[in-house]
């Protein structure tokens, strides 16, 4: 009898409700969407799948231009980073003579920085002492001599986890209080999903579209008086050269912008990833370190700013190692020992992104035996990225009903479709947004996936999708024509 009391009680036990639910769990989790992942990605996977198993479609591959994701559309890795890396992961190499000199003293550096010589050792929290020191050698080259303490730097797990990080720090208050973060629109989804998952508010300013979405002054004047009404907008988030759209900003914008965030007090916060990927005639990449430093003491003494790089774009795109640095100028000092207890909890970085980091801001110099075919791979790279991001807007331009700006910069092309008015309403009845519509149509009939402007935002009225500039250029120009195809059919259909 004992034994049946047991047994129903046990029953009674698995009957119940789970205790993590969608009502119960985190209700801040439930507000992130991530737009560069989202359900066309989830659908263009199913399609793989499909094609996998021998179903038939208008079309024999997925071809995927949603994602900044070099290597993954054949971009080659930097034969010296990956040498280097070899060695450090397997050291015994170091005694073989299939690796240049060069390669294995950066090798060599580098593991006698690690914790018992290995790089499956933990690092100090926040990075590497050596590798902190080069990052800091690196930015004082690149802004000309601008100085810069390796104790305000802090290696970190691909540039997202510093944005995050800072994010963190910086929110606060209730209601009216709350902290306001203001970020470009369209933006890097990232910025959204990490605000909602914080509970902060997502403050809009509109880059000009007609300017070649340049920063207006008047936009964030505006954005933050009306912002001020509802919550307390703290920081400013920049994105130079622009993802999704591709814009590299003038100096004259970026001093423009810092003079604002002096004025206003905002903490600056220069997402600068795609520093060395900039192709247009007459425009350059400007930090805002550098800037802020020109514009004399008055602003580089007074004006907080964290700026953040990684491995994953450039010439490297080094993705899959989750590598990055930030730069913290001007924090409070009792603020800065904070940030130093947040990042030890979670211990250290991945050490081979910090390695790899490492040779991103110390790499082969003149004379040394890697540096010819570096710099040979790297321009070649480079230079191949330009003629990219050339050739997409100009064959994007020649569609009716498309208009592309030039891609000064960056991996995408981020164009302006209009739609019939016929697609919009179907859309709409089925609770999508009309350039959602447009793109799972484009994946279903074409096979090619990319990333509609409302993931990114975008001004009412206006509809646009991401495409990155990746894939080789024979299967980007076949994805072109696709997409000129479709969208004059497309066009015809809703008319």
């Given amino acids: ?74 971009q080659q890795p930097i034969t010296f980073f990956r040498q280097v890396l070899a060695l450090c992961s397997y050291p015994e190499l170091l005694n073989e003579n299939m690796f240049p ?47 810069c303490d390796p104790d ?36 890097y989804p990232l910025y959204s999903a990490a605000l909602a998952e914080l509970g902060a508010v997502q403050v809009n300013y ?59 007090r905002l903490f600056l916060m220069a997402d600068e990833v795609y520093q060395d990927n900039v192709y247009a005639e007459g425009c350059q990449f400007h930090s805002f370190k550098k800037v802020l430093f020109e514009l004399g003491p008055e602003y580089s003494d007074n004006v907080e700013l964290a ?34 207890k947040l990042v030890s909890v979670r211990l250290c970085p991945p050490v081979p992104g910090q390695a790899l980091m490492d040779l991103v801001v110390n790499s082969p110099q003149p004379g040394e035996p890697s540096h010819i075919t570096f710099m040979k791979e790297r321009t070649a790279t480079l230079s191949l990225l330009a003629e990219k991001a050339k050739l997409t807007e100009q064959i994007l331009n020649t569609v009716p009903g498309i208009t592309c700006n030039p891609v000064q910069g960056a991996m995408y092309s981020f164009p302006n479709i209009s739609l019939p008015e016929k697609s919009i309403k179907e859309a709409k009845a089925l609770g ?31 509809y646009h999708f991401r495409m990155t500039i990746l894939p080789p250029t024979d299967k980007l120009k076949i994805l072109l024509a696709k997409v000129k195809e479709f969208h004059q059919k ?3 259909q809703y008319s």
């Fill in 1 to 74: 009898m004992g034994m049946q009391v047991g047994l129903n009680s046990q029953k009674g036990l698995f009957s119940r409700d789970k205790v993590l639910t969608i009502d119960t769990m985190n209700p801040t989790v439930k507000n992130v969407e991530y737009a560069v992942r989202g359900p066309i990605v989830q659908r263009a996977m199913q399609i793989e799948k499909e094609l996998r198993e021998g179903v038939k479609k208008p079309f024999t591959e997925v071809i995927k231009a949603n994602i900044g994701d070099a290597h993954a559309m054949g």
């Fill in 206 to 264: 509109y880059l000009n579209e007609e300017k070649c979405w340049s920063m207006d002054l008047s936009e964030l004047e505006s954005s933050l008086a009306e912002a001020r009404k509802h919550c307390n907008p703290k920081a400013l988030c920049i994105i130079n050269p622009g993802n999704p759209t591709g814009q590299v900003q003038s100096r004259q914008c970026i001093e423009g912008v810092i003079r604002f965030a002096a004025k206003e």
């Fill in 490 to 492: 497309f066009t015809q």
């Fill in 101 to 147: 000199e060069d390669a294995k003293n950066r090798a060599r550096r580098i593991l006698q920085a690690c914790g018992g010589g290995s790089v499956g050792a933990y690092s100090a929290s926040q990075g590497i002492d050596c590798v902190r020191q080069d990052v800091a050698r690196y930015i004082e080259r690149r802004d000309g001599g601008v100085p």
């Fill in 432 to 462: 999508q947004a009309p350039d959602m519509f447009y793109c799972m149509k484009l994946l279903e009939e074409t096979g090619i996936c990319l990333v509609p402007g409302s993931g990114f935002g975008q001004k009412d009225g206006t």
């Fill in 152 to 187: 305000n730097v802090y290696l970190t797990t691909g540039a997202s986890d510093g944005i995050v990080t800072m994010l963190k720090l910086l929110v606060c208050g209730e209601g009216a209080s709350r902290t306001g973060v203001m970020i470009s629109i369209p933006q």
């Fill in 307 to 340: 700026s953040f790089h990684s491995t994953s774009k450039c010439y490297m795109g080094e993705c899959g190692f989750r590598g990055g640095y930030m730069e913290v100028i001007n924090m409070d000092a009792e603020v800065q020992a904070q940030l130093s």
